[in-house]
């Protein structure tokens, strides 16, 4: 290698520069041994996403068999105390930069599986698919181990030019804070390539009453990515409601009967950190806080209450889903509906009554305030909210832009109606 082209390559060696890569912080990289030897070693590791690893300065050969440096991106695999998982099960890696050749300048097809440009992440572009697996088991005994393999194949290669190219540059990059709402990592976007997809999911939702369809609405809301979830209920949590609510009860949280809005908040703040309760009834006095809120699900049984909340949120502009579960028993066989109403910013008073009820004991029975409610109704009312406010922000593809969904159960469907 010539003494100009020396001068590069320490330069780019010793480059403590990432314009464009954003670091977040250390803190897994730090807990978890795997990373902290591969950090120790002086590989510059950045983390994205909670759960994407990048390995910059990775040594290569070029096709005119000069040299560069390169970035190595993986899906960390992570356990259930959200530290890398020995083995990793996933023994592929991307690559941003030139086609990486063999020594010769010949394409290192042995570990390329493609060479096609994607997005990794939200913003991660790559050029090249690698996949090498090693003998045996065909998985990586751990991240270390996949790193340091791939930074051989690509390094030694490197290395047969110029002795010192070495992906160990000992270069820290600077540590900021991440933007995810998680408790956890979130290492399910990452792998099957949703991550932005899931950034359209942001900002702050309230959830109005916490029966069985609220907190099965709070499941489903605490994996999205919005900011904050509010919670507004202001009952207690009694033991009839653990049946129409997911998962198992938690003891140590349910005990001296909680407020709804309290437990549910305590149980989900590991997994989302933007949790908030309220516990106080939704009333016109009060309305007008919810000015603040991009989305409400509105699960409430009383006709009264029901209009109360609706004609504030009109008011206010907002967009919500009302939700409701009717359940009728005869001959000890149920039957009954669920469904789910999305009111647009700018929809006419008069249009919304149209899909709303608002009475509790009127002569037409309203059947969205029977009593009988069970898991399973409460769920997929749940379910049909959260899809339509997903459909709403795109998240989901919509064409047909539905007002009212009904579900039956007597001919298991569902019926829509347009504004």
């Not at 570990?111 to 790559?126: L, P, Q, R, Y």
């Not at 919005?226 to 409601?241: G, M, R, S």
């Not at 049946?243 to 989900?268: I, M, Q, T």
Request: charge should be neutral.
């Amino acid at each position: 290698m010539s003494t100009a082209r020396k001068v590069i390559w320490w330069r780019a060696r010793t480059s403590k520069s990432r314009t464009g890569w954003s670091s977040m912080s250390a803190d897994l990289i730090s807990r978890d041994p795997h990373l902290k030897r591969l950090l120790d070693e002086g590989f510059e590791l950045e983390m994205r996403e909670l759960v994407l690893l990048l390995v910059h300065s990775v040594p290569y050969v070029k096709r005119d068999k000069s040299l560069g440096r390169g970035t190595l991106v993986c899906t960390l695999s992570l356990d259930t105390q959200g530290l890398t998982a020995s083995p990793q099960t996933d023994h592929t890696m991307w690559f941003t930069g030139e086609t990486p050749c063999h020594r010769d300048g010949a394409p290192m097809t042995n570990i390329i599986h493609n060479s096609n440009e994607a997005t990794v992440g939200s913003d991660i572009k790559v050029h090249h698919y690698f996949s090498s697996k090693p003998e045996g088991t065909g998985q990586y005994a751990n991240i270390y181990d996949k790193v340091v393999t791939y930074e051989s194949h690509l390094g030694s290669a490197a290395r047969s030019h110029d002795k010192t190219a070495n992906a160990r540059t000992g270069v820290t990059l600077a540590s900021a804070q991440d933007d995810s709402p998680f408790a956890i990592p979130d290492s399910a976007s990452a792998r099957y390539g949703i991550v932005a997809a899931n950034r359209k999911l942001r900002g702050r939702v309230a959830i109005i009453g916490l029966g069985g369809t609220g907190a099965y609405l709070l499941d489903l809301a605490a994996k999205t990515r919005v900011a904050e979830i509010h919670l507004y209920d202001d009952d207690q949590l009694l033991n009839h409601n653990l049946f129409r609510s997911p998962g198992a009860p938690e003891p140590v949280l349910a005990k001296n009967f909680p407020r709804k809005v309290d437990y549910y908040a305590a149980l989900y703040a590991r997994m989302h950190k933007g949790v908030k309760p309220h516990p106080t009834r939704v009333k016109a006095d009060n309305i007008d806080e919810f000015a603040g809120y991009d989305f409400v699900f509105v699960c409430v049984d009383k006709g009264s209450s029901r209009r109360v909340i609706a004609e504030g949120l009109v008011r206010l502009g907002i967009p919500f889903v009302d939700t409701g579960i009717g359940l009728g028993l005869e001959h000890n066989t149920l039957d009954g509906c669920a469904r789910a109403t999305f009111i647009a910013p700018g929809t006419p008073w008069a249009e919304v009554a149209t899909h709303l009820s608002f009475g509790d004991d009127d002569e037409e029975a309203d059947v969205y305030g029977t009593e009988i409610q069970t898991a399973e109704l409460n769920s997929l009312n749940a379910i049909m909210a959260i899809m339509r406010w997903k459909r709403w922000l795109t998240f989901y593809r919509d064409e047909r832009n539905e007002r009212n969904a009904t579900y039956m159960i007597e001919g298991n469907n569902i019926t829509n109606r347009g504004a």
